[in-house]
């Protein structure tokens, strides 16, 4: 599976953005797909995820309210609207996908293919 992440920009604080994350390539019956950002010098952290059905989503406290993930089966993308952007939401993002059947895990290691990462920077 490849992943392609784009969308990221340079906002204001309030501002939106709608990232994307087209798939290609075969995937599995089931898997989940999920953003994660990274600061410079921070592990990488759990955004939004959601399972390839649409049934379950999973979103980290500190978006919830904010961010809205859904899925595009048909065009196989992944998006990750973002509202109400805040200074602290600076950082590269990356989509991730799973392989196979595991739930919406909020760490790394599950996610086996990775997309190349899109910044995002909201200014005060």
């Known amino acids: 599976v490849q992943l392609q992440a784009s969308g990221g920009g340079l906002v204001q604080a309030g501002a939106s953005l709608r990232l994307s994350c087209a798939r290609s390539?075969?995937?599995?019956?089931?898997?989940?797909v999920a953003w994660f950002r990274q600061v410079p010098g921070k592990d990488r952290e759990f955004v939004a995820g959601?399972?390839?059905?649409?049934?379950?989503?999973r979103y980290a406290d500190s978006v919830k309210g904010r961010f809205t993930i859904s899925g595009d089966n048909v065009k196989k993308t992944v998006d990750l609207q973002m509202n109400s952007l805040e200074p602290e939401d600076t950082a590269v993002y990356y989509c991730?996908?799973?392989?196979?059947?595991?739930?919406?895990?909020?760490?790394?290691?599950?996610?086996?293919?990775w997309g190349q990462g899109t910044e995002v920077t909201v200014s005060s």
């Open positions: 991730a996908a799973t392989r196979g059947s595991i739930g919406i895990p909020i760490f790394t290691t599950p996610y086996a293919d």
């Open positions: 959601i399972t390839n059905s649409g049934g379950s989503m």
């Open positions: 390539g075969r995937a599995f019956s089931n898997y989940a």
